[in-house]
Protein backbone atom coordinates (compact mmCIF):
# COMPACT_ATOMS: atom_id res chain seq x y z
CA UNK A 1 0.00 0.00 0.00
CA UNK A 2 1.34 3.44 -1.23
CA UNK A 3 1.64 5.93 1.74
CA UNK A 4 2.84 9.49 1.66
CA UNK A 5 3.49 11.76 4.64
CA UNK A 6 4.57 15.64 4.61
CA UNK A 7 6.93 17.02 6.84
CA UNK A 8 8.17 20.21 8.13
CA UNK A 9 8.31 23.49 10.09
CA UNK A 10 4.47 24.51 10.60
CA UNK A 11 5.73 28.03 11.15
CA UNK A 12 7.46 30.15 8.64
CA UNK A 13 8.46 33.80 9.07
CA UNK A 14 7.19 36.40 6.14
CA UNK A 15 10.12 36.21 3.56
CA UNK A 16 11.18 33.21 4.43
CA UNK A 17 11.60 30.06 2.45
CA UNK A 18 8.95 27.19 3.14
CA UNK A 19 10.21 23.91 3.24
CA UNK A 20 8.55 20.68 3.10
CA UNK A 21 9.42 16.61 2.70
CA UNK A 22 6.94 14.03 1.50
CA UNK A 23 8.54 10.45 2.39
CA UNK A 24 6.95 7.72 0.40
CA UNK A 25 6.65 4.42 1.71
CA UNK A 26 4.93 1.30 0.21
CA UNK A 27 6.84 2.47 -3.41
CA UNK A 28 9.91 3.54 -5.02
CA UNK A 29 10.16 6.91 -6.59
CA UNK A 30 12.54 5.87 -8.01
CA UNK A 31 10.31 3.20 -10.39
CA UNK A 32 7.93 5.46 -12.16
CA UNK A 33 5.50 8.31 -11.51
CA UNK A 34 5.15 12.15 -11.17
CA UNK A 35 4.98 13.51 -7.62
CA UNK A 36 2.99 16.31 -6.78
CA UNK A 37 2.65 19.10 -4.28
CA UNK A 38 -1.24 21.01 -3.56
CA UNK A 39 -2.15 23.29 -1.10
CA UNK A 40 -5.62 24.45 0.53
CA UNK A 41 -5.41 27.64 2.24
CA UNK A 42 -7.71 27.44 5.44
CA UNK A 43 -11.25 27.73 4.04
CA UNK A 44 -10.57 28.00 0.81
CA UNK A 45 -10.01 25.35 -2.48
CA UNK A 46 -7.04 23.24 -3.83
CA UNK A 47 -4.95 24.91 -6.30
CA UNK A 48 -2.08 22.45 -7.67
CA UNK A 49 1.75 23.77 -6.87
CA UNK A 50 3.73 21.16 -9.38
CA UNK A 51 4.85 17.91 -9.53
CA UNK A 52 8.47 16.30 -10.28
CA UNK A 53 9.33 12.93 -12.27
CA UNK A 54 11.58 10.47 -10.34
CA UNK A 55 14.18 11.23 -13.45
CA UNK A 56 14.15 15.29 -12.18
CA UNK A 57 11.70 16.71 -14.27
CA UNK A 58 9.44 18.92 -13.33
CA UNK A 59 6.22 21.41 -13.78
CA UNK A 60 5.28 24.30 -11.90
CA UNK A 61 2.05 26.45 -11.67
CA UNK A 62 2.60 29.87 -13.75
CA UNK A 63 1.97 31.58 -11.01
CA UNK A 64 4.33 29.98 -8.01
CA UNK A 65 6.66 29.67 -10.69
CA UNK A 66 9.16 32.15 -9.53
CA UNK A 67 9.11 30.78 -5.91
CA UNK A 68 8.72 26.94 -6.24
CA UNK A 69 11.27 24.40 -6.62
CA UNK A 70 10.79 20.86 -7.00
CA UNK A 71 13.61 18.25 -6.17
CA UNK A 72 13.50 14.62 -5.65
CA UNK A 73 15.76 12.14 -3.62
CA UNK A 74 15.27 8.70 -4.80
CA UNK A 75 18.11 7.47 -1.91
CA UNK A 76 15.64 8.47 0.84
CA UNK A 77 12.48 7.65 -0.98
CA UNK A 78 11.74 11.56 -0.91
CA UNK A 79 10.59 14.51 -2.91
CA UNK A 80 10.67 18.38 -1.35
CA UNK A 81 9.02 21.39 -2.02
CA UNK A 82 10.57 24.96 -1.42
CA UNK A 83 8.81 27.69 -1.19
CA UNK A 84 10.61 30.99 -0.82
CA UNK A 85 9.56 34.96 0.04
CA UNK A 86 6.49 33.65 1.57
CA UNK A 87 3.41 36.09 2.52
CA UNK A 88 0.46 35.20 4.95
CA UNK A 89 -1.00 34.04 1.53
CA UNK A 90 1.09 30.90 1.47
CA UNK A 91 -0.36 29.83 4.62
CA UNK A 92 -2.32 26.44 3.42
CA UNK A 93 -2.53 22.85 4.25
CA UNK A 94 0.30 21.32 2.04
CA UNK A 95 -0.86 18.41 0.65
CA UNK A 96 2.10 15.93 -1.42
CA UNK A 97 0.24 13.44 -3.98
CA UNK A 98 1.33 10.74 -6.18
CA UNK A 99 0.24 11.17 -10.12
CA UNK A 100 -1.15 8.08 -11.23
CA UNK A 101 -0.91 9.47 -15.35
CA UNK A 102 0.31 11.94 -17.45
CA UNK A 103 -3.74 13.50 -17.24
CA UNK A 104 -2.51 14.20 -13.52
CA UNK A 105 -4.75 12.37 -11.27
CA UNK A 106 -4.10 11.83 -7.84
CA UNK A 107 -4.88 8.38 -6.02
CA UNK A 108 -2.83 8.26 -3.06
CA UNK A 109 -2.62 11.04 -1.07
CA UNK A 110 -0.78 12.41 2.44
CA UNK A 111 -2.83 13.68 5.51
CA UNK A 112 -1.74 16.98 4.66
CA UNK A 113 0.45 19.58 7.17
CA UNK A 114 -0.51 23.06 8.01
CA UNK A 115 1.82 26.07 7.42
CA UNK A 116 1.08 29.21 9.38
CA UNK A 117 3.38 32.11 7.79
CA UNK A 118 3.48 34.05 10.56
CA UNK A 119 5.99 36.40 12.12
CA UNK B 1 -3.97 29.70 -15.00
CA UNK B 2 -7.25 30.71 -13.97
CA UNK B 3 -9.53 28.21 -11.33
CA UNK B 4 -12.21 26.24 -13.14
CA UNK B 5 -15.72 27.44 -12.29
CA UNK B 6 -18.00 25.45 -10.36
CA UNK B 7 -21.11 26.73 -8.49
CA UNK B 8 -20.69 27.15 -4.78
CA UNK B 9 -23.06 25.28 -3.68
CA UNK B 10 -25.85 22.27 -4.52
CA UNK B 11 -28.16 20.21 -2.36
CA UNK B 12 -30.92 17.75 -2.59
CA UNK B 13 -32.39 15.15 -0.71
CA UNK B 14 -31.68 11.86 -0.14
CA UNK B 15 -32.43 9.29 -2.97
CA UNK B 16 -32.30 12.26 -5.63
CA UNK B 17 -29.57 13.10 -8.33
CA UNK B 18 -27.62 16.24 -8.23
CA UNK B 19 -25.61 17.55 -11.42
CA UNK B 20 -22.20 19.59 -10.20
CA UNK B 21 -20.80 21.37 -13.51
CA UNK B 22 -17.00 22.32 -13.76
CA UNK B 23 -16.57 25.10 -16.46
CA UNK B 24 -13.08 25.40 -18.32
CA UNK B 25 -11.92 26.66 -21.66
CA UNK B 26 -10.60 25.36 -25.07
CA UNK B 27 -7.24 24.83 -23.01
CA UNK B 28 -8.01 23.33 -20.25
CA UNK B 29 -11.90 21.07 -19.87
CA UNK B 30 -12.72 21.68 -23.41
CA UNK B 31 -9.38 20.59 -25.24
CA UNK B 32 -8.68 17.14 -23.13
CA UNK B 33 -10.31 13.96 -21.72
CA UNK B 34 -8.69 14.50 -18.64
CA UNK B 35 -10.84 15.89 -16.09
CA UNK B 36 -11.03 14.53 -12.36
CA UNK B 37 -13.18 14.58 -9.49
CA UNK B 38 -12.25 14.87 -5.72
CA UNK B 39 -14.41 14.63 -2.56
CA UNK B 40 -13.16 16.04 0.38
CA UNK B 41 -14.34 16.11 4.07
CA UNK B 42 -13.23 18.37 6.55
CA UNK B 43 -10.13 18.04 7.81
CA UNK B 44 -9.65 15.49 5.31
CA UNK B 45 -7.31 15.15 2.36
CA UNK B 46 -9.13 14.70 -1.00
CA UNK B 47 -10.32 11.73 -2.56
CA UNK B 48 -10.16 10.69 -6.34
CA UNK B 49 -14.01 9.63 -7.56
CA UNK B 50 -13.48 9.88 -11.46
CA UNK B 51 -10.42 10.24 -13.36
CA UNK B 52 -10.14 10.97 -17.07
CA UNK B 53 -13.70 12.61 -17.40
CA UNK B 54 -15.90 9.21 -16.47
CA UNK B 55 -13.83 6.52 -15.25
CA UNK B 56 -14.32 5.02 -11.67
CA UNK B 57 -11.44 4.06 -9.48
CA UNK B 58 -12.06 0.52 -7.85
CA UNK B 59 -14.14 0.90 -4.87
CA UNK B 60 -15.61 4.18 -5.31
CA UNK B 61 -19.69 3.84 -5.77
CA UNK B 62 -21.34 3.53 -9.36
CA UNK B 63 -23.95 6.24 -8.10
CA UNK B 64 -20.72 8.74 -8.99
CA UNK B 65 -20.82 9.11 -12.85
CA UNK B 66 -18.44 12.02 -14.92
CA UNK B 67 -19.41 13.58 -18.41
CA UNK B 68 -17.91 15.92 -20.35
CA UNK B 69 -19.88 17.84 -23.08
CA UNK B 70 -17.46 21.38 -24.53
CA UNK B 71 -15.70 23.28 -22.05
CA UNK B 72 -17.95 22.13 -19.55
CA UNK B 73 -17.68 18.44 -17.04
CA UNK B 74 -20.34 17.49 -15.06
CA UNK B 75 -20.08 15.47 -11.74
CA UNK B 76 -23.50 13.31 -11.22
CA UNK B 77 -24.36 11.54 -7.80
CA UNK B 78 -27.44 9.22 -8.15
CA UNK B 79 -29.19 7.85 -5.21
CA UNK B 80 -27.73 10.97 -3.03
CA UNK B 81 -27.32 9.57 0.38
CA UNK B 82 -26.51 11.96 3.53
CA UNK B 83 -22.50 10.35 3.42
CA UNK B 84 -22.47 12.02 0.19
CA UNK B 85 -22.27 15.16 2.30
CA UNK B 86 -18.34 17.10 1.42
CA UNK B 87 -16.71 19.46 -0.82
CA UNK B 88 -16.13 18.12 -4.46
CA UNK B 89 -13.38 19.87 -6.34
CA UNK B 90 -12.99 19.59 -10.27
CA UNK B 91 -9.48 19.02 -11.72
CA UNK B 92 -8.34 19.42 -15.95
CA UNK B 93 -4.74 18.91 -17.19
CA UNK B 94 -4.33 21.97 -19.27
CA UNK B 95 -2.53 22.85 -22.64
CA UNK B 96 0.52 24.04 -20.44
CA UNK B 97 0.76 21.03 -19.10
CA UNK B 98 -0.03 21.89 -15.43
CA UNK B 99 -3.19 20.58 -13.41
CA UNK B 100 -6.12 23.61 -12.54
CA UNK B 101 -8.53 22.97 -9.86
CA UNK B 102 -11.69 24.19 -9.31
CA UNK B 103 -13.36 26.45 -6.86
CA UNK B 104 -15.01 23.36 -4.79
CA UNK B 105 -18.57 22.78 -4.49
CA UNK B 106 -20.28 22.05 -0.79
CA UNK B 107 -23.39 19.50 -1.16
CA UNK B 108 -25.69 19.46 0.94
CA UNK B 109 -27.64 16.91 1.90
CA UNK B 110 -31.15 17.70 2.83
Known amino acids: QVQLQESGPGLVKPSETLSLTCTVS?????????WGWIRQPPGKGLEWIGN???????YYNPSLKSRVTISVDTSKNQFSLKLSSVTAADTAVYYC????????????WGQGTLVTVSS | QSALTQPASVSGSPGQSITISCTGT?????????VSWYQQYPGKAPKLMIY???NRPSGVSNRFSGSKSGNTASLTISGLQAEDEADYYC??????????FGGGTKLTVL
Open chain 1, 26 to 34: GYSISNAYY
Open chain 2, 52 to 54: DVS
Open chain 2, 91 to 100: SSYTSSSTLV
Open chain 1, 52 to 58: IYHSGST
Open chain 1, 97 to 108: AREESSSRWYLY
Open chain 2, 26 to 34: SSDVGGYKY
